[in-house]
């Protein structure tokens, strides 16, 4: 058979951004499948910021949706993409408009988005490169943060012992009191499902976390400590919005959700009792790339 080489492009519709994710998969001789990054595209069209406030997606972001769409229409067309699928998490699924914003799209840009709720979310997801590390006799909470959900999966002994999602993300405004339930309700769940599990890690995902790991200077694979994470929401949440954006070089898109994000991991650390957060490079579009190409998720 020799050398195959596939492109496939994931979408992962997001309520904090929208990304395009290429990637080449190449497979020798039937033996293992690589899955290589080729170019990845992310946009900051808060659609939560319409669609957790107002309940609907703004006119002013379906345009720039369409606009997104055609772009990225063109990237994959001009990479070569032979299969990709796009995906919508929260921000859509929950504006009222949402599945018109999704029809226009297709009518206006030939991209069918494919609306899916947190468990899909998060099964695709844990279907990539995650096996690696839950594999083994080791136990893991897995906890991805997003804009609009977090989603809350429990590993032992390589299998998921329990799931949840939550409507606890970083651009969501909710009041306090919804807040401290969301909170309290998290609080109990991590409790309840990690009674009598020792040594558990916990296994990061989202944008925010990968930035805070990326900051951190650490090679690949290695954790980051509860004392390391606990000390890094203290720095960034004394500097000012303007001071991480000029000093730490975040994108002002990032510079204000990356603090609600890392208390979220850093509660979750707390509550299970795990020392260490692992950052594997996984995302949706990981998943969804590789859920394509393994044929579980149709174009």
């Not at 606990?230 to 000029?246: C, G, N, P, V």
């Not at 979220?264 to 009792?273: P, T």
């Amino acid at each position: 058979m020799g050398l195959e080489i596939k492109k496939y492009a994931a979408i992962d519709i997001g309520s904090n951004a929208v990304r395009l994710l290429v990637a080449n998969v190449i497979t020798k001789n039937n033996n293992t499948t690589q899955y290589r990054k080729s170019a990845l595209v992310r946009v900051p069209v808060r659609l939560g910021a319409d669609s957790f406030t107002t309940g609907i997606i703004s006119e002013n972001s379906i345009n720039r949706m369409i606009n997104t769409m055609k772009a990225f229409k063109l990237l994959m067309d001009v990479h070569g993409v032979e299969k990709y699928k796009a995906c919508a998490t929260s921000a859509i699924r929950e504006a009222t408009n949402g599945k018109e914003v999704v029809k226009k799209i297709l009518e206006e840009t030939g991209v069918k988005i494919d609306i899916i709720d947190g468990e899909s979310e998060a099964a695709i997801i844990s279907s990539t490169d995650l096996n690696e590390l839950i594999l083994g006799k080791k136990s893991y909470l897995y906890v991805d943060v997003g804009g609009g959900s977090t989603e809350f999966t429990l590993f032992s002994k390589g299998k998921i012992i329990a799931s949840k999602s939550t409507k606890m993300g970083t651009v969501r405004k909710i009041d306090k009191e919804t807040h401290k339930q969301i909170n309290k309700e998290v609080k109990k769940w991590i409790k309840e499902k990690s009674k009598g599990i020792s040594k558990i890690s916990i296994i990061g995902s989202g944008g925010n976390i990968n930035k805070i790991f990326k900051m951190s200077m650490r090679r690949e694979g290695k954790p980051l400590s509860y004392i390391y994470m606990k000390a890094q929401f203290k720095f960034l949440k004394e500097m000012s919005y303007e001071d991480r954006i000029t000093e730490l070089g975040l994108n002002p898109d990032r510079a204000d959700v990356i603090i609600p994000a890392s208390k979220i991991y850093l509660n979750a650390m707390k509550w299970s009792g795990a020392k260490n957060i692992f950052v594997p490079k996984i995302g949706l579009a990981d998943g969804i790339i590789k859920a394509l190409h393994l044929g579980k998720l149709e174009e």
